[in-house]
């Protein structure tokens, strides 16, 4: 097989259409896992949008917390969105085929707003830094001009990151095999088909996934180390509470999605293997947007109170 590939390099042959592998198992169990990701998706989507039609419409929730969160529900609809409909087809086994540039703009697209999510969620680790350590001054720090700036940063910058590893992917050759273990097409997949020389790849997906995920994760760390300092300060355990509260949600979030992120892509080199890459994208593109806006919603006093006024007013 080794003989063959370098004379199809030699040839310039190069596969050009790949093959999903997806979940292999019997028609039943890839079957379940539909019904699995299909709910899973509707919910995500509901949610999430629900989100974002709850702070528009609530003039209460129109803070920077909240449009920091409508931004987070809407990249997470994205997000699965570029996931589940086609790994849905791949597991029925009616869209197992991917064509090269489909896979890189899939590539580029999840880890653009992988990325966003990064910054996004450290632009939200220091908004509650704001909150709860200036609070007196915080609406005047955090005006809107610069949550607006925040959050449009967070977005090209996770796009602009991603956009040098994406070329240098597409410039891998592949002489086969043509099936990618997977139901999307990431990093790993790619560098374990390719019959060229990976390094380059793999060098820029450690340090733009240093630069991305490890430099957010440490303004996150950053800012809740002075939260939860600020909060150990406040003398009445009722004042305490109130203040845990408004970032126990946020918390919660950034413990799973920088985990699971970690766990992905910061490596030195495409070393998990690819069924346990398989096990936690699913965690990570699936799960994660469909825990977001219940944890948010169900531990957050604000959101509960502005659901119950829209339910009360219908």
């Known amino acids: 097989t080794d003989l063959n590939i370098w004379k199809d390099m030699a040839n310039g042959t190069s596969v050009e259409v790949f093959i999903l592998l997806g979940f292999p198992g019997t028609w039943q169990f890839r079957v379940s896992f539909v019904v699995v990701f299909a709910l899973m998706y509707t919910l995500t989507i509901i949610g999430n949008a629900s989100i974002l039609a709850l702070v528009w419409r609530s003039s209460n929730l129109h803070t920077p917390m909240y449009f920091f969160l409508c931004n987070l529900s809407f990249l997470e609809i994205w997000y699965t969105t570029g996931v589940v409909p ?32 990064c910054f ?40 602009l990151a991603i956009s040098p590893l994406a070329f240098l992917t597409s410039r891998l050759t592949f002489c086969g095999p043509d099936v990618i273990n997977h139901f999307l097409c990431d990093i790993d997949s ?5 019959c060229s020389d990976t390094w380059p790849v793999e060098l820029a997906t450690f340090l733009i996934s240093i630069i991305v995920v490890v430099a957010s994760c440490v303004v996150t760390l950053v800012s809740y180390m002075y939260i939860i300092s600020s909060i150990l300060h406040i003398q009445s355990a009722h004042g305490r509470k109130k203040a845990f509260s408004t970032c126990s949600a946020h918390l919660s979030v950034i413990t799973i999605w920088y985990g699971s992120t970690m766990f992905l892509y910061v490596k030195p080199a495409a070393q998990n293997s690819l069924d346990l890459n398989k ?4 965690f990570n593109t699936v799960v994660t947007p469909l825990l977001n806006p219940f944890i948010y919603t169900l531990r957050n006093k604000e959101v509960k109170l502005a659901l119950g006024r829209a339910f009360w007013k219908k």
């Open 86 to 117: 086609k790994a849905i087809g791949v597991m029925l086994g009616t869209s197992q085929t991917i064509s090269f540039s489909v896979c890189i703009l899939q590539l580029f697209f999840l880890l653009s707003l992988g990325s966003t999510e």
């Open 120 to 159: 996004l969620l450290s632009v939200m680790a220091y908004d509650r830094y704001l909150a709860i350590c200036y609070p007196l001054r915080y609406s005047s720090l955090m005006n809107s001009v610069l949550s607006v700036q925040l959050a449009l940063s967070s977005w090209l910058g996770g796009f």
């Open 190 to 194: 790619c560098l374990a088909l390719s």
């Open 279 to 282: 096990i936690v994208n699913t």
